[in-house]
Every structure is written in C-alpha cells, then in structure tokens.
C-alpha cells in the first residue's frame, strides 16, 4: 500500500508568482487535507477537500485555493506568493467519516521558500 | 491566546527517563486528542489517540485527558535515543478527518 506522496520535495520562488502543489492520497481514501507549517510552529488547518468538494477552510486568504480530481489526489494552489508564505506544506489523506475515529496520514510535505 | 498550547521546548533528557508532554486547550468542543510524533524534514505520524477523557497506554507511551482542566499529557516510559523527535498534540471537534488543531509541538532529545 503506498502512503501519501507530495511533490515537488521543495520550491523556491520569488515574491508574487504562483505555486502550485501535488498530492497524492493514501489507497482508498476520499479526504484530503492541507496543512501549512511554519518553522517551529504546529501545522495550521488551510482546508479540506472530500469527494471533489471543499470541506471546510482554515483562516487563510482567497489566494489559497484547492482542488481534488476523481481520484482523490489534490493540488493547492497560492498565488501573489508573499514572504510568509515560506512553509512546510502537508498533504493529509483519511478515508472519510464513519461515525468513528478516522486518521489522517501525512505525507512527507513540501518546503516552500519565497524570496 | 491560542486554541492549543504547547510548551515548546526544547526538552534534553538522559535515556531511560520518563518524559512528560503536556498541553493545554480552550475548546470545549475538542472530544478527539491525538499526539504525532515529527522527525526532522518529515510529516507527523499518528502515535496515539484518545476519545474523551481517561487514560491509553501503548506499549512505552501513555496518553491521559482530563477534559475537566482542558489539559492533556503523554508519557513516554524508558525513553530512547529514537525517541529524540518534535511532539506535536492535536485536537479534533469531530471524528479526527476533519479539521485538526495543533499545538506548537515540543522539541525532545533523548541523550545516550
């Protein structure tokens, strides 16, 4: 069974272009989160995507968007980059709700620099 | 004030003690408390979750909620040098799929 995978592994921009993120989610899992994380803090919520449908967004502006395909893999987008967008960004998978505890698994992340 | 506070470290100890993590939470909401165990360059792992309040235990690890004070802990026995990793606590309002909220993790090393 393979895991969650994310690419690129890590990005450098420059202050107002765009990034575009890859997620690939864990075998038989419809949910997709992402998460941003910040040096030496906890990752913070952006949003959550199940069956092609955003499932709930986190405290981050317009300029992060998302998207999730028929096969439940996932790309967050960000555009007009700014310096404190520089992060590690997680890709979380899970298999859905079931009226029961349901984990979510991380990939690796990406690490993004803007400079 | 934030939803969830950690200590952040960093935490030394010598191995073969026992280590004490703990956090703190303002939502009464939460009924789901995880803690994920992050080595360097790579995405938190699941190492233990709890439904409400009480106590889990897993080998080394011991996992406690007390709902009561909103205070969380997680104990590890017999600590080892693989153990030397950053402890994030998590929170979940739902079934734990949906949105989680961290702590800022606590920073541990375990010294040979």
């Known amino acids: 069974e393979t895991g969650v995978t994310q690419s690129p592994t890590h990005l450098i921009k420059t202050r107002g272009q765009q990034v575009t993120l890859r997620c690939s989610s864990q075998?038989?899992?419809?949910?997709v989160s992402w998460y941003q994380q910040a040096l030496g803090q906890g990752p913070q919520f952006i949003f959550q995507?199940?069956?092609?449908?955003?499932?709930g967004r986190g405290n981050f502006p317009p300029r992060f968007s998302g998207l999730q395909f028929p096969n439940y893999s996932s790309e967050l987008n960000v555009n007009a980059l700014e310096l404190d967008d520089s992060a590690l960004y997680l890709c979380?998978?899970?298999?859905?709700?079931?009226?029961?505890?349901?984990?979510?698994?991380f990939g690796p992340g990406t690490r993004l620099t803007v400079l | 004030q934030k939803e969830v506070e950690q200590d952040p470290g960093p935490l030394s100890v010598p191995e073969g003690a026992i280590v004490s993590l703990n956090c703190t939470y303002s939502?009464?909401?939460?009924?789901?408390f995880m803690w994920y165990r992050q080595y360097s360059r790579k995405g938190p792992e699941l190492l233990m979750y709890?439904?409400?309040?009480g106590n889990k235990e897993d080998g080394r690890f011991t996992a406690q909620v007390d709902k009561s004070s909103k205070y969380i802990s997680l104990f590890i026995r017999d600590s080892q040098p693989s153990d030397s990793a950053t402890y994030l606590c998590?929170?979940?309002?739902?079934?734990?799929?949906?949105?989680?909220?961290f702590g800022t993790g606590t920073r541990l090393t375990i010294i040979p």
């Open positions: 979380a998978s899970s298999p859905g709700t079931s009226g029961r505890y349901s984990e979510q698994f």
């Open positions: 075998s038989g899992h419809n949910t």
């Open positions: 995507y199940y069956r092609e449908e955003e499932n």
């Open positions: 939502n009464s909401a939460f009924q789901y």
């Open positions: 709890t439904y409400s309040s």
């Open positions: 998590a929170m979940s309002d739902g079934f734990g799929n949906e949105k989680l909220t």
